[in-house]
């Protein structure tokens, strides 16, 4: 079975600060993870993916994540966040034409 | 293009009525889904659809019923909903069913149920 923690469901961080959001895994099967972010009264967007290949991912609007597979964690990070950057964060785990979501993390940047 | 629409954005109907949201993708992919998300949770799957055959039903109630015409379009039939199906319904797609196939959302379609 696949489920994925999201540990923190609230993460306040000043602008220009670095985060980590907190993304942990299980599953009986490869692993495929990726991030979403999901902007106040719109759909999910895609901000990275891991397949296979280099554990260190880069996406979009400067994110990257790291796979690792001792700790069964995909831990999304920027060294430095904008106010554009306040958003709900979900991670998920891919299994056949299912999605398994995270709880979520709302991340709030203060200027 | 890398979009998936949806229609209309905001519906508010009362619990007798008979709507309809609308999907539409234009990338060629041969899955879709739809999903219901409350506030400040995530997303949970309702309906997949696999080369426009019906191939995942959560245990949804009946009340919605889900329709794909084509390869392009998804639609959610929706009938005698209650106050606690007020959400945001999004719709997505993906390449294919494998494994690692990035799903592609739509805007959502935020239903209020009187």
């Known amino acids: 079975a696949q489920s994925v923690t999201q540990l923190d469901s609230q993460v306040p961080v000043f602008e220009e600060a670095p985060v980590e959001l907190r993304c942990n895994y299980s599953s009986s099967v490869s692993v495929y993870l990726f991030w979403y972010v999901q902007y106040p009264n719109q759909g999910l967007q895609l901000l990275l993916k891991?397949?296979?290949?280099?554990?260190l991912v880069k996406g979009i609007n400067g994110f990257e994540a790291e796979f690792n597979k001792s700790q069964t964690s995909f831990h999304l990070r920027k060294p430095s966040v904008h106010i554009s950057d306040t958003a709900e964060y979900f991670c998920?785990?891919?299994?056949?034409?299912?999605?398994?979501f995270g709880t979520g993390t709302s991340l709030t940047v203060i200027p | 293009d890398t979009e998936v629409t949806q229609t209309p954005k905001h519906l508010v109907m009362g619990m007798t009525n008979k709507k309809s949201l609308k999907c539409e993708q234009h990338?060629?992919?041969?899955?879709m889904y739809w999903y219901k998300q409350k506030a400040k949770k995530p997303p949970e799957l309702m309906f997949v659809?696999?080369?426009?055959?019906?191939?995942i039903n959560e245990s949804v109630p009946s009340r919605f019923s889900p329709e794909c015409p084509n390869s392009s379009l998804l639609n959610l039939h929706l009938h005698a909903l209650q106050p606690e199906d007020s959400a945001l319904y999004l719709c997505a797609s993906s390449q294919g069913t494998r494994g690692g196939e990035t799903q592609y959302f739509g805007p959502g379609t935020r239903l209020l149920v009187l």
């Open positions: 891991y397949l296979s290949g280099s554990t």
């Open positions: 998920a785990v891919s299994s056949g034409n299912q999605f398994y």
């Open positions: 990338m060629g992919h041969r899955a």
């Open positions: 659809y696999s080369y426009e055959k019906l191939s």
